[in-house]
């Protein structure tokens, strides 16, 4: 994990793209739009490796909102980044299980005895919010 000068201010450099954890928590849908006012997107991984680099920026026990829900069809699990649909999926294995009834959204969890694993949540609930933006190319004058 470190700086890149292609990042803004208090954002992570991974992967060609930069990464923060807010510091304000939000409903799921209001963490959506933070990440669009900060200009970026609420984001989702798309590999163990990026999984692995977002718990880095998570703090113990803080469970952050990723763009991943079943909002339109229960059980029909859309994660997209932006438009770009990510096939990607880390449940841990009891998850997702609509346990209240109105878990549609998901949220990426560590050191909740869950293994660092994504879980279902009520939409309405206030967590952090994972956002993630496109390095922005360095002009070498």
Not at 113 to 121: A, L, V
Request: proline share 4%.
């Amino acid at each position: 994990m470190y700086e890149n000068p292609s990042c803004p201010e208090s954002w992570h450099y991974w992967g060609n793209s930069c990464y923060m954890i807010t510091e304000t928590t939000f409903t799921w849908a209001d963490a959506k739009d933070e990440c669009r006012n900060l200009g970026g997107v609420l984001g989702v991984p798309s590999s163990d490796q990026e999984n692995e680099f977002i718990l880095q920026l998570v703090k113990h026990k803080e469970p952050v909102w990723l763009d991943c829900n079943d909002q339109e069809v229960e059980g029909n699990w859309k994660c997209r980044e932006g438009n770009v649909e990510v096939a990607y999926r880390n449940w841990y294995s009891t998850e997702p299980n609509n346990q209240e009834g109105d878990e549609d959204c998901a949220a990426l969890n560590k050191g909740l005895g869950n293994e660092n694993q994504w879980h279902d949540g009520s939409c309405s609930r206030e967590e952090r919010a994972l956002c993630k933006m496109a390095d922005r190319p360095l002009l070498h004058v």
